[in-house]
């Protein structure tokens, strides 16, 4: 009897440790692939990531996408550093060197012209074939295509300065003003070819400074932005706002 009652608690005990066995492995199955589900589900809510001047595409699609972006971006180390160096020639001989343009171009021509005068004449002396001059055709299209472009560009230009001179938007009034007032300060340090090279310059390392660092100069900016329309709301309650808007309605004659 005794040996009977141990093998039945003996086999109690096994089948017990079977069902918490079984137990333990389905809680951690199920633990497991909770967690596999939390992290293959995407984190839920929308991203309130300030970005400057509202920006929603990647900087590279902003700047046109294309070789020209590749080229801003220095994702060509080789064709960037060139066309910045071949900038910086043109303003070192132009400014610096005082080269003029009109001078530059007959020079090269005559250059040009002389070599291949020469050479096509030496080649009866040598019996060797003329040099091949190739035809050089302006097309129609991309020219009509550039001077559409523009017509739309200026037409839009025209409209704002029409929108800004009707008085309808005064804080887009005084931006322009501020913008053309800046120009202008900038216009009288340097003239207009080393203005152009600044441009170019800046337009070759804002966009790969701010593309490497457009988290910290979003978040500069967004304290920026807030600052200014706080001093605005401060200038509009304590000087805009009694500025007299529209015209003086004529009183009626008692």
Same mark, same amino acid.
């Given at each position: ?42 984190? &839920?809510?929308? &991203? @309130?990531?300030? !970005? ?9 699609? #902003?700047?046109?996408?294309? *070789?020209?972006?590749? +080229? /801003?971006?220095?994702? @060509? *180390?080789?064709?960037?550093?060139? #066309?910045?160096?071949?900038?910086? $020639?043109?303003?070192?001989? /132009? ?25 096509? @004449? =030496?080649?009866? /002396? ?14 129609? $299209?991309? #020219?009509?295509?550039? =001077?559409?472009?523009? !017509? ?9 300065? !029409? ?12 931006? #322009? ?13 340097? @003239? ?13 390392? +804002?966009?790969? /400074?701010?593309? *490497? ?16 329309? *706080?001093?605005?709301? +401060? ?20």
């Amino acid at each position: 009897m005794a040996e009977h009652t141990e093998d039945s608690g003996s086999g109690v005990q096994s089948v017990m440790e079977k069902i918490t066995e079984k137990l333990h492995g389905h809680d951690s199955s199920s633990s497991s692939s909770d967690s596999d589900d939390e992290k293959s589900s995407p984190p &839920s809510g929308p &991203s @309130n990531i300030y !970005r400057l001047f509202g920006r929603q595409k990647p900087v590279h699609k #902003v700047l046109g996408g294309g *070789k020209p972006a590749d +080229v /801003f971006l220095w994702k @060509n *180390k080789k064709i960037s550093a060139s #066309v910045l160096g071949g900038a910086t $020639g043109m303003w070192v001989l /132009f400014e610096l060197l005082e080269y003029h343009l009109l001078t530059l171009v007959c020079h090269i021509l005559i250059l040009s012209l002389a070599i291949l005068f020469l050479w096509s @004449n =030496a080649t009866t /002396f040598i019996n060797k074939s003329p040099p091949r001059i190739p035809e050089v055709h302006i097309p129609e $299209g991309p #020219v009509l295509q550039i =001077a559409s472009a523009l !017509r739309i560009e200026i037409n839009q230009a025209f409209a704002v300065l !029409r929108d800004i001179a009707s008085g309808r938007d005064l804080k887009k009034f005084l931006a #322009v003003i501020a913008g053309l007032w800046i120009l202008s300060i900038v216009g009288s340090c340097c @003239n207009f070819l080393t203005l152009f090279y600044i441009s170019f310059v800046l337009l070759h390392t +804002v966009p790969v /400074f701010y593309e *490497k660092y457009e988290d910290q100069v979003d978040s500069f900016a967004e304290k920026a932005i807030a600052e200014i329309k *706080k001093q605005y709301a +401060v200038f509009d309650v304590k000087v805009l706002s009694k500025i007299p808007k529209g015209p003086l309605k004529d009183k009626k004659k008692v």
